[in-house]
């Protein structure tokens, strides 16, 4: 097997930890609160600190260890994970759990961003969309598939058990690291404001729009996945994990033909994946009155919703590559902090949303994201010509 091949695995596989680690949680958030003996929204606060502490350290920490070499920055951020997840694992209290997560977020995102920029060395211009895509993906896809892997998991050993496969792998990894990661890779000319000149470039401010807004318009409904199989389509407990594991495999596919998408199109078809996205979510409450119908709807939602991330990543480092070098850690980290912002802002309408309409119509609160992400696509597209 050759170098690159091994490194694209390896960066894949990294990703794909980094989310279960953050996603996991969710699965299990109920055998946590039995086994502190607390209540289920103060351990849901969990997912939400996560979110937000993700969101506002990754671009702080890969926009000041932009000077250094990336490399020593990678290993010693990994350190750093290992280490809080390792004592989300044995965490003895309430309290030592928040900590552990909290120094998990801080670095999971600039782990990820790095990895990316990684990619964009290694990979020839050629195949680097199909390699973004793959290693965004694999955290992409653990936003889908942590859920089930945790709570399998949880249910024949213990929720710790997750997490302490996490460490184990993690240790794993970052052997393969030393080795495969290349050395002496440190950013020119990485200054904070010529780093944040990324920001003000138009095409980067509507990618943000689009990627926030799609990934809020998913959470609206992803949040309650579970009641939805059980509860509105009336599957069994039993056939939940499968069912899950199925959606998941549709979301895997959406995310590889993604590749294909950005190196073929690149970002001309987003209008039409958030228009599909908002026609899904339009019709999600009558197609839920036939259990078969609304698992098909579930699947082609998240085979579309598997497509834009790895577009938009592809397109913000481009743009960065293309016309702002010193700024290509920071253009990395976008898409991680939009996928977060995203899930917080559509988990935090979903919980609301629930009290006033019933969870089979949820699909109408996500369509008012979908719209704005078809717009933002409209003039994304529409000021890329330009």
Same mark, same amino acid.
């Given at each position: ?10 960066? /894949? ?15 299990? +958030? ?36 932009? #000077?250094?070499?990336?490399? #020593? ?37 600039? +782990? +990820? ?27 992409? =896809? ?30 794993? =990894? ?34 943000? /729009? ?41 979301? !895997? ?15 001309? #078809? ?66 991680? !902090?939009?996928?977060?912002?995203? /899930? ?12 006033? /309409? ?13 719209? =704005? ?7 994304? !597209? ?5």
């Amino acid at each position: 097997m050759s170098k690159f091949r091994l490194q694209s695995i390896i960066f /894949v596989l990294t990703a794909f930890l980094l989310g279960c680690n953050e996603f996991m949680v969710v699965g299990v +958030i109920s055998d946590i609160a039995k086994s502190y003996q607390t209540s289920l929204s103060t351990v849901g606060f969990l997912v939400t600190s996560f979110a937000i502490i993700y969101a506002i350290c990754t671009p702080l920490i890969t926009t000041f260890t932009g #000077k250094f070499d990336r490399f #020593k920055v990678l290993m010693v951020l990994m350190a750093i994970f290992l280490i809080g997840n390792t004592l989300t694992a044995f965490a003895p209290n309430l309290f030592w759990l928040f900590v552990s997560r909290i120094l998990t977020a801080a670095v999971a995102g600039a +782990i +990820i961003s790095l990895i990316l920029v990684f990619v964009s060395i290694i990979a020839p211009i050629e195949k680097r969309a199909m390699l973004v895509a793959s290693t965004f993906a694999g955290f992409s =896809i653990a936003t889908i598939i942590g859920v089930p892997v945790g709570t399998a998991i949880s249910n024949t050993f213990s929720w710790r058990d997750s997490f302490a496969l996490i460490s184990v792998l993690t240790i794993i =990894i970052c052997g393969f690291l030393l080795w495969l990661v290349p050395r002496n890779s440190r950013q020119a000319n990485a200054s904070l404001s010529n780093q944040l000149k990324l920001l003000k470039d138009q095409r980067i401010i509507l990618g943000i /729009v689009v990627m926030i807004m799609l990934m809020a318009a998913e959470y609206t409904f992803y949040t309650y996945i579970r009641p939805i199989i059980t509860t509105v389509l009336g599957f069994s407990t039993t056939e939940l994990t499968w069912l899950l594991g199925l959606v998941g495999i549709t979301f !895997i596919i959406g995310n590889t033909c993604a590749g294909v998408v950005a190196n073929r199109f690149g970002i001309t #078809k987003l209008t039409l994946i958030s228009g599909a996205v908002f026609i899904c979510l339009l019709v999600m409450n009558l197609m839920f009155h036939i259990s078969w119908l609304g698992i098909i709807l579930l699947c082609l939602i998240c085979f579309i919703l598997g497509m834009p991330g790895s577009i938009l990543q592809v397109m913000f480092l481009n743009v960065a590559d293309r016309d702002y070098p010193e700024a290509m850690n920071l253009a990395s980290s976008l898409n991680p !902090i939009c996928t977060n912002i995203g /899930v917080s802002v559509g988990s935090l309408t979903a919980s609301i949303s629930v009290n006033y /309409v019933q969870i089979s119509q949820i699909g109408y609160v996500g369509a008012i994201y979908a719209l =704005i992400a078809v717009f933002g696509s409209y003039y994304l !597209i529409k000021n890329a010509h330009k």
